[in-house]
């Protein structure tokens, strides 16, 4: 069994930043690659950005790609969301994941192997 913890959401204005992290824990975290998808009220769980295990590749969501930015550190078993540019509609519970079969990482929730909490990410206008 893997956890993951995310941290580092919180209140930001638009046009503002935030960082969150992932740390993993119970795995050979360099064994998978990592996906951040995020939820917003009344909607579905959707993918935002993933990196492959030795952090060479990412893959992104349209509507974050220039803003957000994935990055790893497997000696410190964390992954990084740098969100950047923020808007309003980045609202949502914000969920680090774990794919032990995909190189970059899935596009889709389900074939994700292990989940963090979440953490709330709220943008105001």
């Known amino acids: 069994q893997m956890q993951l913890v995310e941290s580092g959401g919180g209140l930001v204005q638009a046009g503002g930043s935030l960082s969150l992290s992932c740390a993993a824990s119970?795995?050979?975290?360099?064994?998978?690659?990592m996906g951040w998808f995020r939820q917003a009220p009344g909607k579905e769980r959707e993918f935002v950005g993933s990196?492959?295990?030795?952090?060479?590749?990412?893959a992104y969501a349209d509507s974050v790609k220039g803003r957000f930015t994935i990055s790893r550190d497997n000696a410190k078993n964390t992954v990084y969301l740098q969100m950047s540019s923020l808007k309003p509609e980045d609202t949502a519970v914000y969920y680090c994941?774990?794919?032990?079969?995909?190189?970059?990482?899935?596009?889709?929730?389900?074939?994700?192997?292990?989940w963090g909490q979440g953490t709330q990410v709220t943008v105001s206008s």
């Open positions: 994941a774990a794919d032990d079969l995909d190189t970059i990482g899935s596009y889709y929730p389900y074939d994700y192997k292990y």
């Open positions: 119970g795995r050979t975290f360099s064994d998978y690659a």
């Open positions: 990196i492959s295990w030795s952090g060479g590749s990412t």
